[in-house]
């Protein structure tokens, strides 16, 4: 099996992970573009007409089918996959503002992936993983003693959250950890959930998920019916024995490319007071979204759900996550730095303070 086609199916794993953070921003794969065809796009658009049933804002489907509809002939005549994908997406994000909901064009045809025969299995799909470092870009100390940890993803792979144990483990007993998470453009749950369980002395509560409720459409397989009910699940952060930093000062650093799930975690410790984001505004991707297909070459991130945080009553859709120091991305970790540096003075101040009865 080629490597090619166990990076797109190991891709394939992080978008279909449930929760909030399966969807994980990134730009589309090369393609061949002679081989999408004028039957490919009109497929494309008749099952994204299907899909969008399930979409969570069924309130805003019929306003987005008739954009659609109305620009469809528009849609046809650019014969530039890229060019057509764009024009739908923009469409999309103009009627609901949803960062989620976009078209992608796959690497290669699906038709051709089913060809080269069954897929890979969870070891060969963890070893693709592995030579990724699960995500985990980097993991050290700094020269002050600071644990500085930079995740390029969120792994939704099931061997992420002992690769984050691993990675945390040399860290451990740190005064202090920055969190990088200014090129993470989400992913998937394992990663996110580990993580989360090490940051606080018991697991931290993350969202509510309400997923709209859907049942098959017995006249339509790529559709669903919508009753109005919504399913609630409530996410914890994962149970860890020995948390790594369950009370040291910890500080995340975000730039307008932070997504997704990177946003569940900078939203998710500020919301409950345990980390100071610094940078910038994130992106604003909060919607659970899955991946569904749109024909043998194009994807739809279709959201099916809405999330709460229960610290705040609100979430990060649309607006994304404020950071509390306001900087430039590129400036977030001298900041941070310079924040950790003053902070360790007052904490002294203080503490000579109190040893002299003052």
Not at 127 to 156: P, V, W
Not at 281 to 290: H, K, L, Y
Not at 319 to 343: H, I
Request: proline content about 8%; overall charge negative; glycine content about 8%.
């Amino acid at each position: 099996m080629s490597r090619s086609r166990l990076a797109v199916l190991a891709a394939a794993l992080l978008t279909s992970c449930a929760g909030p953070t399966l969807v994980m921003a990134q730009a589309p794969s090369p393609h061949p573009h002679a081989a999408i065809t004028a039957e490919h796009r009109v497929r494309a658009l008749d099952v994204l007409d299907r899909r969008l049933a399930h979409y969570v804002h069924a309130e805003l489907t019929p306003a987005i089918r008739a954009r659609l509809a109305e620009r469809r002939s528009h849609y046809l005549t650019l014969t530039d996959p890229e060019a057509f994908r764009a024009a739908i997406n923009a469409d999309l994000y103009d009627i609901s503002r949803d960062r989620h909901l976009q078209v992608w064009i796959e690497g290669r045809s699906r038709d051709d992936a089913m060809a080269d025969g069954p897929p890979p299995t969870m070891e060969q799909m963890a070893a693709e993983e592995a030579g990724r470092g699960f995500g985990i870009r980097s993991a050290r100390l700094l020269d002050d003693g600071t644990a500085y940890l930079d995740l390029a993803y969120f792994s939704g792979h099931p061997g992420a959250g002992p690769a984050i144990d691993a990675a945390l483990e040399p860290l451990r007993g740190a005064p202090a950890l920055i969190i990088d998470l200014r090129t993470n453009g989400g992913g998937g749950e394992a990663a996110l959930l580990r993580l989360m369980g090490h940051l606080a002395p018991a697991p931290l509560p993350l969202e509510t998920i309400f997923f709209r409720h859907c049942e098959p459409d017995p006249n339509d397989r790529e559709g669903c019916l919508q009753d109005g009910r919504r399913d609630a699940q409530v996410r914890r952060a994962d149970a860890v024995a020995h948390p790594a930093f369950p009370t040291q000062p910890i500080y995340v650093l975000t730039s307008k490319n932070t997504f997704s799930a990177a946003e569940a975690l900078a939203y998710g410790l500020q919301a409950q007071g345990r980390a100071t984001v610094i940078g910038e505004v994130t992106g604003g991707g909060a919607n659970p979204s899955v991946a569904m297909d749109l024909g043998p070459w194009f994807t739809v991130v279709m959201p099916v759900a809405v999330t709460v945080h229960p610290a705040t009553g609100g979430t990060w859709e649309g607006v994304g996550v404020t950071p509390d120091v306001a900087v430039p991305a590129d400036s977030a970790p001298e900041t941070a730095r310079g924040l950790l540096t003053a902070d360790r003075a007052d904490a002294a101040l203080t503490a000579s303070g109190n040893r002299h009865g003052t």
